[in-house]
């Protein structure tokens, strides 16, 4: 049995309490992915628990400090397939200290209404698309 590769993912959103809008981040690479909207996040690295990696995985790429709030929860124990061998757990975030800017991995940031139809009219990873029905769900109770 192969062990499933760890990713964290963070659904930036513009309050905890009672979200609006989400930061979509517009990914530079790889060449199949780019161009193509996903949720800031990346590999867990050794030593690192989910929650710690999340949170430095948003500093590198974002430049902010963010809270996180509630894990949105996966299809299976691992989390959301992205792959054959890898799963993303994702949790609801909200920025506590800088302004969001795309210094690593992306190249465009951008708020989406989570009730409008702008969400689901981006080009998203194919992967994360589930992620996001899962996210306007959750958002809309």
């Given at each position: 049995m192969t062990t499933m590769k760890q990713i964290v993912g963070a659904a930036l959103v513009d309050s905890l309490g009672n979200?609006?809008?989400l930061l979509a981040a517009r990914r530079t690479a790889p060449p199949e992915f780019a161009g193509?909207?996903?949720?800031?996040g990346g590999k867990i690295e050794p030593g690192e628990g989910p929650e710690e990696a999340l949170h430095r995985e948003v500093r590198e790429e974002l430049g902010i400090t963010v809270c996180l709030g509630t894990?949105?929860?996966?299809?299976t124990p691992d989390g959301w397939p992205l792959n054959r061998g890898a799963a993303m757990r994702v949790w609801l975030a909200e920025a506590?200290?800088?302004?969001?800017?795309?210094?690593?991995?992306h190249d465009?940031?951008?708020?989406v209404d989570l009730a409008g139809p702008e969400i689901l009219e981006l080009p998203w990873i194919p992967a994360d698309l589930p992620i996001v029905h899962?996210?306007?769900?959750?958002t809309q109770h």
């Open positions: 979200p609006q809008n193509m909207w996903e949720f800031p894990e949105l929860e996966g299809t506590t200290e800088g302004t969001p800017e795309p210094l690593e991995d465009l940031l951008l708020w899962a996210l306007i769900a959750f």
